[in-house]
């Protein structure tokens, strides 16, 4: 998955969730932040961010924050790009590749060949290596997961897929100090028969494409 124009610019400060601010070259700008969770780890003041120009020059903001650098690790922290890059590499292995599924009461990522429902999540949260999901509470994951352990019940193939927005990781886990919800259904999903799995990217500050699986420690 490649971006187009992107230009590095200097972290400020959040107002919200939504908007950045940055200085760009000698101007502050403000800017859209393409993902909505804390993020509090990489988007520290003095911090180095990318930004992408955006396509509607009706837009309030020009530009969109898609990574950050935290200490010498580049991290694609843009939340679209998880399902963008999990459908590019899921084509080149299955024949039908369904996004936006209807099951249960939620609509699921993907659906594969007709019988394998895949829920993708992205991951930009990482120490030392290791990995882990999510940074905030999440209880529509949470709901996610118990959909796939009843599509499992049901005789689907089932998969929670978390794409990890970086490179060279060591291992992914839930993030139970912050979910323990979300840590106990994962866990319950992958005794039930939900495939867990975990891949991490190539990242460039204009590029983001699947690499390959870490180990998932439940």
């Known amino acids: 998955m490649d971006y187009g124009c992107v230009v590095p610019a200097r972290f400020l400060a959040r107002p919200n969730r939504f908007i950045a601010r940055v200085q760009l070259g000698e101007q502050t700008v403000e800017c859209?932040?393409?993902n909505t969770g804390r993020c509090r780890e990489l988007l520290v003041p003095g911090a180095t961010v990318y930004l992408e120009r955006g396509?509607?020059?009706n837009r309030r903001t020009a530009w969109d924050l898609i990574a950050a650098?935290?200490?010498g690790k580049l991290i694609n922290m843009d939340a679209q790009a998880p399902n963008r890059v999990f459908a590019q590499w899921a084509r080149e292995r299955w024949a039908d590749v369904r996004p936006e599924v209807r099951?249960?009461?939620s609509r699921l990522d993907f659906c594969l060949d007709g019988h394998h429902l895949v829920e993708v999540k992205g991951v930009t949260l990482e120490q030392d290596g290791?990995?882990?999901?999510?940074?905030a509470p999440t209880e529509r994951g949470t709901r996610h997961l118990h959909e796939l352990i009843r599509a499992v019940e049901e005789?689907?193939?089932a998969t929670a897929f978390f794409v990890i927005q970086m490179e060279n990781v060591l291992d992914f886990t839930p993030n139970d100090d912050t979910d323990p919800a979300f840590g106990q259904a994962l866990r319950q999903a992958a005794r039930a028969g939900v495939e867990i799995a975990a891949w991490c990217c190539?990242?460039?500050?204009?590029?983001?494409?699947?690499?390959?699986?870490v180990?998932?420690?439940l």
């Open 215 to 217: 180990p998932v420690l």
């Open 130 to 135: 290791r990995c882990r999901f999510p940074d």
């Open 69 to 71: 650098d935290k200490g």
């Open 55 to 57: 396509a509607n020059p």
């Open 202 to 213: 190539r990242v460039t500050p204009g590029s983001i494409e699947m690499d390959r699986p």
């Open 32 to 34: 859209h932040v393409k």
């Open 103 to 105: 099951y249960g009461r």
């Open 155 to 157: 005789g689907y193939q």
